[in-house]
Structures are given as structure tokens and as C-alpha cells.
């Protein structure tokens, strides 16, 4: 009997993959990727924001800029990941 939440796709041209109720699991850890490198922005942002308020010296800007910048980039690679995925599944 085969559970219908966790099935084990198994054919031989589309090779083999888990899926959970249809979607792959590769793609819902991309997702989670995603959602990841979101919330790392808003904590960057956040503690750019909290920086701001209390004043830190302007030494500090070029760190919180790059902080920002690699997440941002981090971001946009999981989108296209995460994009060429799906577009690989169809």
C-alpha cells in the first residue's frame, strides 16, 4: 500500500523524485530557500534600521551595505533556482 502524502515517482524517462501531494520535494526546498533568504532581508534591514536610530558611526555603513547586497544577491539566485526548476518539471 502507498502512502498517498509521500509517493516515490519512479519512472524510467522522467527519472526519479519523492513528491508530497504532487509537488516535488527539490522544489519545496527551494522554496524554503526563498522564504529563508526573505527573511534574512528583513533582518538585515531591520538591523540596518536599529543601527540608524542609535546612531553607529559612519565606519560601519560599507559592513551594512555588504551584508545587504549578499543578501539580496542570495535572494535572486534562489528566485532563478528556484524559477528554472519549475520550468524544468514542465
Sequence with gaps: MTNPVLTRNTTVLRGTGATVQ???LITLL???F???AAMRLFADYEMVTRA???GVDAKYEPYY???LTVTLIWLY???LRLM???RSRK
Excluded: Q
Aim: zero cysteines; charged letters at 15%; glycine letters at 14%.
Design 22 to 24: 504532487g509537488i516535488a
Design 30 to 32: 527551494y522554496l524554503g
Design 34 to 36: 526563498v522564504v529563508s
Design 52 to 54: 540608524v536610530e542609535m
Design 65 to 67: 551595505a555588504f551584508a
Design 77 to 79: 539566485l534562489e528566485i
Design 84 to 86: 528554472g526548476k519549475s
